[in-house]
């Protein structure tokens, strides 16, 4: 979706009457626009992101994820215009930022956090790449996985060899996510894994995951432990990863997680082996990535949602 004053009527446009609408967010910052670290929108401004807020539940019925699982498990109808507002990956703005618009409207929300990221208040393997980038002199770099080389002396060069390393990665069963992005930054001259300052990187810390837990509005889920692509994983693999996610917000915040969120989220990035692992842990509700509405009865881990940051 574009970020600009058409937004709150882009995600009124997607309501639906007898559909149920779940809205995907990452971040909300206070400064709107923030160059290459910013160039997908994941992270939209606050303001716009409470005039949404506020134009959607005037309109809609906002339902808690337990609540969604409810109405799947049930096969009831939804509430008309029904949606429901979701964050992955656990930045602290969620809280500091998004959550006070929330609670001015009384509309609920549901984090999913990579265990990882809060553990060493870390940045996934993208926005360890994106910082690379915008911070490198480099003027223009062949990678090893391809034959083309790429310009990176102004932004919209940057942008492009940003938009090939997300295709590659993503599409590559056999890559390393992290290990993948350890190299790069190296390549393009930062370091492989800098802390997550700044309103764009810095993630909840343990003591902010079980505050808010225990809020009448927020719903903590999973989101794995380091961030990969699941259906990519090894048997041994998928079980260490989803074992450490759930070990940790057990032991660190009281959380044993109904819901959780698949990392990537498009079609390729689960599968029944992924589903039946998270079942087996107690999970029962996983949205994916994959942009639409849901009907009544929707299998509560096969849920659309909308990207909107």
Not at 88 to 97: P, R
Not at 105 to 118: G, K, R, S
Not at 157 to 180: E, M, T, W
Not at 223 to 240: A, D, R
Request: proline fraction near 6%.
């Amino acid at each position: 979706m574009k970020h600009d004053d058409s937004l709150p009527d882009q995600m009124a446009g997607r309501l639906n009457q007898s559909e149920l609408v779940i809205f995907l967010f990452h971040g909300v910052v206070a400064k709107p626009n923030q160059g290459i670290r910013n160039y997908t929108g994941k992270h939209i401004a606050r303001e716009l992101f409470a005039r949404c807020i506020e134009q959607i539940s005037l309109l809609g019925n906002a339902l808690s994820m337990d609540e969604v699982l409810y109405y799947c498990e049930t096969r009831t109808p939804f509430p008309p215009n029904a949606f429901a507002i979701t964050f992955d990956d656990g930045f602290e703005n969620n809280l500091s930022v998004a959550a006070p618009i929330l609670g001015d409207f009384h509309v609920p929300a549901t984090i999913y956090v990579a265990t990882e990221l809060v553990e060493t208040n870390g940045m996934s393997w993208i926005d360890r790449i994106e910082h690379a980038v915008e911070q490198s002199h480099k003027q223009a770099l062949t990678p090893p996985w391809s034959d083309e080389r790429y310009l990176l002396s102004d932004a919209s060069g940057k942008i492009r060899f940003l938009q090939a390393v997300r295709k590659y990665v993503k599409s590559n069963p056999d890559c390393n996510a992290n290990v993948f992005a350890d190299n790069l930054c190296v390549e393009l001259g930062a370091g492989p894994r800098p802390k997550a300052e700044g309103e764009l990187d810095r993630k909840m810390s343990w003591e902010q995951v079980r505050t808010a837990a225990l809020s009448e509005l927020l719903t903590i889920g999973g989101h794995s432990h380091t961030h990969p692509i699941l259906s990519f994983l090894s048997t041994k693999q998928l079980e260490h990863e989803l074992d450490t996610c759930f070990g940790l917000l057990e032991a660190k915040a009281s959380i044993d997680p109904t819901h959780f969120s698949y990392p990537e989220g498009l079609a390729h990035c689960y599968s029944e082996d992924v589903i039946q692992a998270l079942k087996k842990r107690g999970v029962r509700c996983c949205p994916t990535a994959i942009d639409g509405r849901n009907v009544i009865g929707s299998d509560p881990f096969h849920l659309k949602r909308v990207m909107v940051g």
